[in-house]
């Protein structure tokens, strides 16, 4: 698996990589079923689809509003955390959010990190940065520790290890924790808690991501099923929390309907077992908790669709991957063929805008468009109509105006364009039309049979002996 | 909107937006069909089928001919200013008041939807394009609410399976109108088929774009159709139906889909209609 810091101006490879996965038949199998069971999860927990509907356009709304007023309530999130204790710290780009907590952890002397799930810190490789710096980090999730040690990535935002089935994860634990052979899910489960147990008591500095940020009472919220993410906030004596810019909310009544929607939409759960609200360090009278608290808000490209009101609402985006577990494409190919942190719809959207659109030209075209992403999304995000604005904006010429994202007419082609705008003059020609609709019937028997990507595997299409307008016209008259 | 609280100036367009409850006009004398370019030139037959369709139900069908394509293959390619001056060639030639009757959901969504996109900065073009919009109707779902069709099945019995293009269902509710012509039927056993709701891997230049994905796509899809028992596949698209035939010829298998409105017609008689004029 290539890392992104790799390939930062070569496209991703996403067409020979897809190829690859269709045909692991293995893969398809795993991802096949894993989708069809998420999805039933979550048809199961919104049996009402009115009820659904009023929070889908309830939940969007909250997020809109967030976004309207980004700037303000960041500003007082930071405000509420530094009352609370909490450091905040503010990055840039990937690398400054990288050299912040590696500060953090020099300051330290740290030598072991221990981690929480945590997407953001997959977008900044944090894992290899501080490996290459002398600080060795290890994922506490089940799914995320398994993929570790495979020395993978994440296949899916909030199942790493969805792409695996138990027979995978249980050759790997044999061959890498030296147990004995099992596929009892029980016991693989208990072995990598064993392995783990420790390791929280070690380790120098406990990181997590962050599903809310409370701007009003300055709190991070994280959601979580296995403990790990509170054991990783409270054990270590200190806690980094890294989390996107996005993800701040206005006040607690906002997280209710937000948080509703996100396990629901997730994993089918009403609510997560654990819900954890950090709102700073140990107090001088209490026992528990980490001595220092940090929260770093990275941008990365976030900024860019802040600034466009259309693009603005891929940051809607509360990462529950419903657009996935939905997606024709996604179940069939699995997330490492995306190349990208984020996989499937959300990906395609939220890519663009972290590493350009050179190096992600081929994932806005990866879809057909149908609409299953946007159907689901819990906090109604238009992917299909977002996917067709990247579109637009790939194609686009290099050098037009405005300038609206980097890598702006990364697949534009004069070629493609001319060829567009002469099918833009025989649809509005209907002279020409008319000859053309005649010639194509008329010479209908020297169709090729092989016309290269389609039928690879579909025959060729034919077309009629005629035309509906020439029918139409016999049987209607001229109009 | 919801009632829960007011949406803040700024809150997220939501396109397309989805069918709700629509309200149906009382039937009309006459009405434009918009033959869309697939069946212009893979299909005619089905768009005849959709003329003989409207005529049996009394009403005058105006087909002009100036018509060609909606615009969405280069609109979903992302190529707007060309998709846009071919829809306003179309948008002249559907300016009256009859409704426009189009035997293709997608098609039917962007004239219904997407044309409020592609003219959001004319003011003056919006006002045609709401008349538009408004007068748009899917055939299935124009025979189903507007004309209130009863019909009668003739012939022998038969099992089917009803494909629904993606965009027909999630803008049009095409589905649901097919299903609702089909079980008038009393000799038509509609069977459902695996993974019924999921894509058959079209979706226009995609399946040249992204071949083996599209390929996997329909290859299931057509897998599924054969494993639904049907013994014949309609559907309202005849996008989905290039794609879907087209696997079933390479595969070797007799099995061909037919639009829904050749179906009806060879397979129909009215009974006349329930609605009002």
């Given at each position: 698996m290539s890392t992104l810091a790799d390939t930062p101006a070569q496209p991703i490879a996403f067409t020979r990589n897809a190829r690859e996965a269709l045909a692991d038949a293995q893969l398809r199998r795993n991802f096949r079923g894993a989708m069809d069971s998420l999805m039933d999860k979550r048809r199961n927990q919104f049996p009402d689809g009115d009820e659904l509907e009023r929070l889908r356009a309830f939940g969007n709304r909250v997020r809109a509003r967030a976004l309207s007023k980004l700037p303000d309530l960041l500003e007082r999130l930071e405000a509420n955390l530094a009352r609370n204790g909490v450091q905040v710290h503010w990055a840039e780009t990937v690398e400054e959010a990288n050299a912040i907590v590696h500060g953090i952890a020099e300051r330290h002397a740290a030598k072991k990190v221990i981690k929480g799930k945590s997407m953001v810190s997959e977008e900044m490789e944090m894992n290899h940065y501080l490996g290459a710096r002398g600080v060795d980090c290890l994922e506490s999730d089940m799914g995320e520790f398994i993929v570790q040690l495979r020395e993978e990535k994440p296949s899916h935002i909030i199942m790493p290890a969805i792409h695996l089935n138990a027979g995978q994860v249980a050759r790997l634990f044999h061959d890498k924790l030296d147990v004995d052979y099992t596929e009892d899910v029980d016991r693989l489960i208990q072995i990598g808690r064993e392995t783990l147990r420790r390791n929280f008591f070690e380790a120098d500095i406990g990181v997590s991501g962050v599903n809310f940020a409370i701007a009003e009472t300055g709190t991070l919220l994280l959601v979580e099923n296995e403990g790990n993410g509170r054991m990783s906030t409270t054990v270590p004596p200190v806690h980094i929390a890294v989390t996107g810019i996005e993800k701040v909310v206005e006040n607690l009544r906002d997280v209710i309907p937000l948080l509703s929607l996100l396990t629901r939409s997730a994993t089918g759960q009403p609510i997560t077992t654990y819900v954890n609200m950090i709102s700073g360090p140990r107090k001088a009278d209490e026992l528990d908790g980490p001595q220092e608290v940090h929260l770093v808000l990275l941008d990365n490209g976030r900024s860019q669709a802040f600034a466009d009101g259309e693009l603005r609402q891929t940051l809607n985006c509360i990462r529950c991957g419903a657009c996935m577990n939905h997606c024709p494409v996604y179940t069939r190919i699995g997330g490492h063929a995306y190349g990208t942190v984020y996989p499937g719809p959300i990906g395609k959207i939220v890519t663009p805008h972290m590493l350009g659109l050179e190096t992600t030209r081929d994932l806005p075209t990866a879809s057909s468009m149908c609409g299953a992403c946007g159907e689901v999304c819990p906090v109604k995000i238009p992917i299909p109509s977002l996917l067709r604005r990247l579109r637009e904006e790939a194609v686009r010429a290099p050098a037009a105006e405005p300038q609206h994202m980097r890598g702006q007419g990364a697949k534009h082609s004069k070629k493609e364009t001319l060829v567009w705008k002469a099918w833009r003059t025989l649809n509005t020609s209907p002279g020409l039309y008319r000859v053309a609709m005649y010639a194509g019937t008329r010479l209908r028997g020297l169709m090729p049979a092989d016309i290269g990507p389609w039928t690879r595997y579909r025959s060729a299409p034919k077309p009629a002996a005629r035309s509906l307008h020439e029918l139409a016209r016999e049987h209607l008259g001229a109009q | 909107m919801s009632p829960l609280s007011p949406a803040p100036a700024n809150a997220t367009r939501v396109a397309p937006p989805l069918e709700a409850a629509r309200r149906y006009p009382p039937k009309p004398a006459d009405v434009y069909l918009f033959g869309t370019c697939v069946i212009d030139v893979f299909f005619p037959g089905a768009g005849m089928d959709a003329i003989h369709l409207l005529e049996r139900e009394g009403i005058r069908v105006h087909f002009p001919q100036a018509q060609s394509c909606c615009g969405q293959p280069a609109y979903t390619s992302g190529y707007t200013d060309e998709a846009r001056e071919v829809a306003r060639a179309q948008l002249a030639l559907f300016a009256g008041d009859w409704p426009v009757v189009i035997p293709s959901g997608s098609c039917a969504g962007m004239f219904r939807h997407h044309y409020f996109e592609l003219f959001k900065d004319e003011p003056q073009t919006l006002k045609q394009v709401e008349s538009l919009s408004a007068r748009t109707f899917e055939l299935a779902e124009f025979l189903l609410e507007v004309c209130k069709v009863r019909f009668e099945h003739t012939g022998a019995p038969v099992k089917l399976?009803?494909?629904?293009?993606?965009?027909?269902?999630?803008?049009?509710?095409?589905?649901?109108?097919?299903?609702?012509?089909?079980?008038?039927?009393?000799?038509?056993?509609?069977?459902?088929?695996?993974?019924?709701?999921?894509?058959?891997?079209f979706g226009g230049s995609f399946s040249v774009r992204m071949p083996d994905i599209s390929g996997a796509m329909v290859q299931d899809k057509t897998a599924a159709l054969k494993g639904s028992g049907a013994a014949e596949v309609v559907s309202a698209d005849c996008g989905c139906l290039l794609n879907i035939n087209g696997c079933f010829e390479k595969q070797g298998d007799a099995l061909r889909g037919e639009h829904l409105a050749s179906f009806l017609l060879r397979r129909t008689a009215s009974a006349g209609t329930g609605g009002a004029r």
């Open positions: - | 399976a009803l494909h629904t293009s993606c965009s027909a269902r999630r803008e049009m509710n095409t589905h649901l109108h097919g299903r609702a012509l089909l079980a008038q039927l009393a000799g038509v056993e509609r069977v459902e088929h695996d993974h019924e709701s999921e894509c058959c891997g």
